[in-house]
Each structure stands twice: as structure tokens, then as C-alpha cells.
């Protein structure tokens, strides 16, 4: 299977429908609104990721502002369907993500988790990130994570 990943521009019906199934699959309740996704993507430090393979949407990232830590964006919304998993497109998903971060000049990648994303959990350990305290107020977040990023080169 030939794998790409494209930065969005401009919000898909994809893109959509990968989010849609993300927060189905794990029950989240406060989910994006087409505007606001919209208005993301309007700004250039901000990104939506979607990985394809063989032209079929497999997998998606989010990177938004984290305005509260000084020279941190925060990743939302990994999400890679059952039958695309096991292949590395998470971790392939999450360096695309970390790459951009790093040039625009980010230091810190914060994300929130829950306890039962085992195979989530294992995926951000083995990129790097560490326990920290509570950064946001995300009432189904039990896992708080971060990572400092390299210079960008």
C-alpha cells in the first residue's frame, strides 16, 4: 500500500468523516464543529494531517494553538482506522505533526489521553512523551503528556 499525508488546507468531507468516527470510537463529548475545524485550518501554525493510502483516508492529526504555555501547540484527535492499524501510520502521522511543530518554532507538544487507550499510550512513550501535570480542563482526559522538540533544522 502506498502511503501519503497531506495537510489540509481547507476542510474535506475526509476529513470529516475520519474525526467523526475518532470521536465515536471513544466516546468523546466535546467535538469540533465544522466552523471551528474551518477556522483552524485558517491559521498557518495550526494543521490537519489526513493520511492516505491507495487513495482511501486512513488516519488523521490535529495541531492547535496551546495558548497558555509559552511556545507549545497541542495535538488532537489521533486517530488511524482498524483496518490501516499496525502499520506505523500513527507514529508516521505524529513525526509529520512533530516536523511541522519544530518550524514553526514550537518547543513543546502537549496532549491529553485516557487510561484505556493502551496501544495510544505505548505509541506516545515509544515517540518520547512524558508524564506532566494537567494542562487543560478536559473533563475525559485522565493522561497528560508532553515532548520537547529539537530545533528545527
Known amino acids: 500500500m502506498q502511503i501519503h499525508i497531506d ?12 474525526l467523526n ?16 475545524l474551518s477556522a483552524l485550518l485558517a491559521d498557518p501554525q495550526n494543521g490537519l494531517w489526513l493520511a492516505y493510502g ?19 501547540l497541542e495535538c488532537k484527535r489521533l486517530y488511524v482506522r482498524p483496518q490501516a492499524r499496525g502499520i506505523g501510520l500513527a507514529a508516521m502521522l505524529m513525526h509529520t505533526l512533530e516536523d511541522f511543530a519544530a518550524e514553526q518554532g514550537a ?3 502537549y496532549l491529553d489521553s485516557k487510561d484505556d487507550l493502551d496501544a495510544a499510550r505505548a505509541l506516545y512513550r ?9 494542562y487543560n480542563d478536559n473533563p475525559q482526559a485522565t493522561i497528560f503528556l508532553r515532548k520537547q522538540l529539537p530545533p528545527a533544522s
Open 54 to 72: 491507495d487513495s482511501a483516508p486512513l488516519g488523521c492529526v490535529v495541531l492547535r494553538p496551546l495558548p497558555s504555555i509559552p511556545q507549545a
Open 7 to 18: 495537510r489540509l488546507e481547507v476542510l474535506s468531507s475526509d476529513a470529516l468523516t475520519l
Open 21 to 36: 468516527e475518532y470521536y465515536e470510537a471513544i466516546d468523546v463529548t466535546l467535538r469540533d464543529t465544522p466552523e471551528t
Open 107 to 109: 518547543q513543546w507538544i
Open 126 to 134: 515509544s515517540l518520547g512523551y512524558q508524564p506532566c501535570e494537567r
